[in-house]
């Protein structure tokens, strides 16, 4: 049966063909949400007619072998989660960060956990809680007796992969803190600016159902992600196979490295390689231009997501194992890219749009370039 996310907390949906377009009751949050007339397409590599004149040639590459070792070592942990896991690779590979929005409790720390182990890199947890300073996650200068000085100790912003979990409940300082280090790959403690170690990668969790006690991201902080996700929960089979899976121990415990950030560093090098061809990169600007000019929209897509959207599209093309992106990657890329950017006039809510159905509507208008 086809799938759609709730338009409220983002949890899957799944329902017969005969209710698509329809607004039924979410299981999860009990809000209505309004049925896709179609179901999400999953990740693959897309399936081109050879007679068209930008039909393309699926060429591995080191980058289409490290990603393939990567979701594969993942999957041994997160199961039946293969979309999630490869829209964060290309996220990760464009040197950008994650947004993940979901119900507690669907391995949101373990995909961050399994990532760090998998490319050998350092992992740190943050716990965003209302009380949390920014010295707490960025470190401080302590006094040290011995040498009777101030030392700096690094906080747990200091790793490669950082997961700051309900960062929704961290006050606006403290998410200013992650602002500068996700922007500016720096951190300013004491009056001193210490860069961080390539490569940094920030995952950030919040609940979209409980909203007590939380402060939202701001729309510049929200800009900052590259890709908002959801996991979902599992299917019947995959809870299962999970069950059987954890029974006498975690596989996180067992999984073992197959990548190094060396490799990490020279994969994300390449992803900029990608050729981008004029053609496609006008058509790509002119759905981010079309989002400011659309009569349902107050916010548009600011220019950072043009790159964004361009970054990612590259990185989604190299993993597939081609050389040149195409129309079709920017439009399978633009509701994970841009959703998350673009603010609904109010009168839009009411009368129950919503933001994928912009875009769908934008993707329909533009007219895709002849190649």
């Not at 947004?99 to 961050?112: I, W």
């Not at 990185?315 to 040149?324: E, L, S, V």
């Amino acid at each position: 049966m086809p799938r759609c996310p709730c338009q409220h907390c983002g949890q899957q949906i799944e329902y017969p063909d005969e209710l698509a377009g329809s607004t039924v009751d979410c299981p999860t949050c009990t809000r209505q949400t309004r049925l896709s007339t179609g179901a999400r397409p999953t990740i693959k590599v897309p399936v081109f007619n050879p007679t068209r004149p930008w039909a393309r040639e699926q060429r591995p590459s080191p980058v289409t072998a490290l990603a393939g070792r990567i979701i594969d070592n993942i999957e041994k942990v997160l199961i039946g989660k293969r979309e999630p896991i490869q829209f964060t690779l290309v996220a990760l590979l464009s040197e950008g960060h994650v947004l993940l929005e979901d119900v507690p409790g669907v391995a949101k720390t373990m995909l961050a956990r399994a990532l760090a182990q998998s490319i050998d890199c350092s992992f740190k947890r943050i716990q965003c809680t209302p009380d949390l300073l920014p010295n707490d996650i960025t470190g401080a200068s302590i006094f040290n007796p011995q040498s009777t000085n101030f030392e700096f100790r690094p906080g747990p912003l200091f790793a490669h992969v950082v997961l700051a979990d309900e960062i929704n409940r961290a006050t606006p300082r403290t998410q200013s803190a992650l602002l500068e280090a996700m922007a500016e790959r720096q951190v300013s403690a004491d009056g001193k600016v210490y860069p961080l170690e390539a490569p940094f990668f920030l995952m950030a969790t919040q609940n979209p159902i409980d909203h007590e006690g939380t402060f939202p991201l701001p729309e510049a902080q929200m800009d900052r992600f590259l890709l908002r996700l959801s996991l979902g929960y599992p299917q019947l089979a995959e809870e299962l196979s999970l069950l059987q899976r954890v029974q006498l121990s975690h596989p996180i415990d067992d999984l073992k490295a197959v990548a190094t950030p060396a490799e990490l560093l020279e994969a994300q090098a390449a992803i900029r390689r990608t050729t981008v061809d004029p053609k496609v990169m006008e058509y790509l600007v002119r759905i981010v231009q079309a989002t400011r000019e659309h009569a349902a929209v107050r916010l548009g897509a600011s220019p950072r997501a043009s790159i964004a959207l361009l970054r990612a599209a590259q990185a989604f093309a190299a993993i597939q194992g081609f050389d040149f992106v195409l129309p079709d990657d920017i439009k399978f890329l633009v509701p994970p890219v841009l959703a998350h950017r673009l603010i609904l006039r109010p009168e839009s809510r009411l009368r129950k749009l919503t933001v994928n159905e912009v875009l769908q509507g934008i993707l329909n208008q533009v007219d895709v370039p002849s190649l």
